[in-house]
């Protein structure tokens, strides 16, 4: 049995193969695509990925996970990248832009079907399931950056929701497909999926938070208690879905890699 890579080495790993991904987009109007991937300090939702296929796999850090791992990834940058350039659309501070907004939609769509590339390549016997989940994650995340909730004001209920069928989606599509490579069945399925949106959904809540809410537009006060809300709850379920998956799984790298997560972007313990 292949021993379980570490975080440090996994990331590596998976840098390695975002780094082969995205060698046509060094320079020109692709470069944005590039600097989105890179620049962020961590790979949590390919992690969460292989971790989960982890759990179920007898052969842990099989080349498949990593490489879905790796389309987790291009697909979280697609998402980043395009809310960067929303928030850019509804800056009336023309001073602040980040992304001239051709090159922008550019490299957003070259991750987003670099994203289906590097999925569809893979030669496994679940890769139809896998495949059908990530449609669906990339549909929910769609549909709701064409709701427009980030130009406008929404309620908070709106921008929970908004956070879950983004973030909460992704962190759903990582754990899901994750387990599916690993052959999972059907019950076990629905907590790995539980687990995954309540991972993405919380992390996200706490990047906005330790931001002062920078990026939202709805009443601070009001927005800031039910976002806290939303995180306790999403944790519980997180919590129970850990519970039911460790009646038949092992799950302990799992509940460290969680925990370590949510606890390593928590600031002042705001979901306190």
């Not at 440090?8 to 987009?25: C, H, Y």
């Not at 908004?162 to 052959?183: C, Q």
């Not at 806290?228 to 879905?241: G, S, V």
Request: proline share 3%; charged share 25%; aromatic share 6%.
């Amino acid at each position: 049995m292949s021993r379980e890579l570490s975080l440090t080495e996994r990331r590596t790993q998976i840098d390695g193969r975002l780094e082969r991904a995205l060698s046509s987009a060094d320079s020109g109007r692709l470069a944005p695509a590039r600097t989105t991937i890179l620049e962020r300090d961590n790979r949590w939702y390919g992690q969460l990925l292989a971790i989960s296929h982890n759990s179920v796999a007898t052969t842990p850090a099989r080349p498949a996970a990593l490489s879905a791992a790796t389309a987790i990834e291009l697909l979280r940058g697609y998402v980043r990248l395009r809310e960067q350039l929303i928030h850019q659309l509804g800056n009336e501070v023309t001073d602040s832009l980040q992304w001239e907004v051709t090159p922008a939609l550019l490299a957003s769509d070259y991750l987003y079907t670099s994203a289906y590339s590097t999925l569809g390549s893979l030669t496994d016997d679940h890769i139809a399931e896998c495949l059908e989940e990530f449609t669906a994650v990339s549909k929910s995340i769609i549909e709701t950056l064409g709701r427009n909730y980030i130009q406008s004001t929404p309620s908070p209920t709106k921008y929970c929701s908004f956070i879950d069928d983004t973030a909460g989606a992704l962190g759903r599509g990582a754990a899901v497909i994750g387990a599916t490579l690993a052959d999972v069945d059907e019950p076990h399925r629905d907590h790995f999926a539980t687990l995954g949106r309540g991972f993405g959904t919380i992390y996200r809540i706490q990047h906005l938070l330790a931001s002062d809410g920078a990026s939202i537009k709805t009443d601070s006060s009001l927005t800031d208690r039910r976002l806290r809300q939303h995180a306790k709850q999403r944790l519980q379920e997180t919590d129970r879905a850990l519970q039911q998956l460790s009646s038949t799984l092992d799950v302990t790298s799992l509940r460290t890699f969680v925990t370590g997560a949510i606890s390593e972007s928590t600031v002042d313990n705001i979901l306190d």
